[in-house]
């Protein structure tokens, strides 16, 4: 993962969890979803 796409990432992540109120666990698997990441994508 580029530092970009790990930018987005974790950005996407902070509105999920702060605007939608969801878990940031949860935040984060929906933001990789819609960022079609796997979750090696992630490590």
Excluded: N, S, V, Y
């Amino acid at each position: 993962m580029t530092d970009d796409q790990r930018e987005a990432f974790e950005e996407r992540a902070a509105i999920l969890e702060f605007e939608a109120g969801m878990t940031r666990e949860q935040a984060e698997k929906l933001a990789a979803r819609q960022m079609l990441l796997t979750p090696e994508d992630l490590i």
